[in-house]
């Protein structure tokens, strides 16, 4: 993820935002927002971008979705790409099989627009874990679900757990830990730690692509419902990440707006080398290939 995603969404709302003080921040949340609902047993729309099925839904909806979810205790994976984790899929295939089992993929971004709309499907939003967290606290808050965050480092996480509650002050943080481990004995009491905490959603905060990996390979041992992997980098010692304006994230450029002072060459070339990808495909099928035989093509 290119955005520090708890941070962001507890800085910002859609609409409004106020600085407290130079170290704390509190978000005015828009509360009139109407609450859309979600049909469980309606397909969600999907589009498949180089092998990788993406789910195509409104950011309202892909919320409330998941709520419901850890709500009717369904055990759901959710995870959310951009081009440049699409780009590690091609030189990870452990990775590109983890993201095939998890149960909805949403992807955010213009790169992932612009492939979607390649096929013939317009992205109905901008769906990725810095935007979908706000929502999923609001409806954690008012259906009653506990959250569990798991990743980054322990002073972090509780930090992340102190922030959102301050936001959020009806919603209940069942429990919080770095995500890194010594030794496997110490990762099957954390798991148990997760399992006996009440939570209902368990966000995780790893780097791609250890997140979905770490996600794939210890779902059946975690009963919380929901799993959401939002991203690795939490960091909340950085105060200094903006949210886009609204027609900016709509249009899926939201990450470059937040991440303009930190671009770097590493950014240039992962953007270069997805757009290439997308451009040899049009050119040789005449819309998104399917994974590694996409692969195979541009290295003939």
Known sequence: MLITDIIHACKYSNDHWRHA???????????????S?????VPAETVQIFGIEITNQA?????VWISQCAERNIKTSVAFVNTHCLNVTFRDDAYRRSLMNFDRVFGYGSGMRMSARSSGVRLRDNVKGADILPLICEEAERRDLGLFLFGHSDEIAWQAARTLSRCY???SICGTHAGHFSRPSEEDKVIDTINRSGAKILLVGLDVPLQEKWIVENRHRITVPVIAGIGGQIDYSHASALSAPSQLSSQGTSSSWAGLSQLTGHHIVGNAEYFGRFVWSLI???GALPGKEAENHIHQ
């Open 169 to 171: 002050q009806d919603l």
């Open 21 to 35: 003080d130079s170290s704390e921040l509190y978000w005015a949340i828009n509360r009139t927002t109407p609450i």
């Open 59 to 63: 950011l309202r909806e892909a919320a």
């Open 284 to 286: 040789t099928r005449g």
């Open 37 to 41: 609902t979600s049909n469980l047993n």
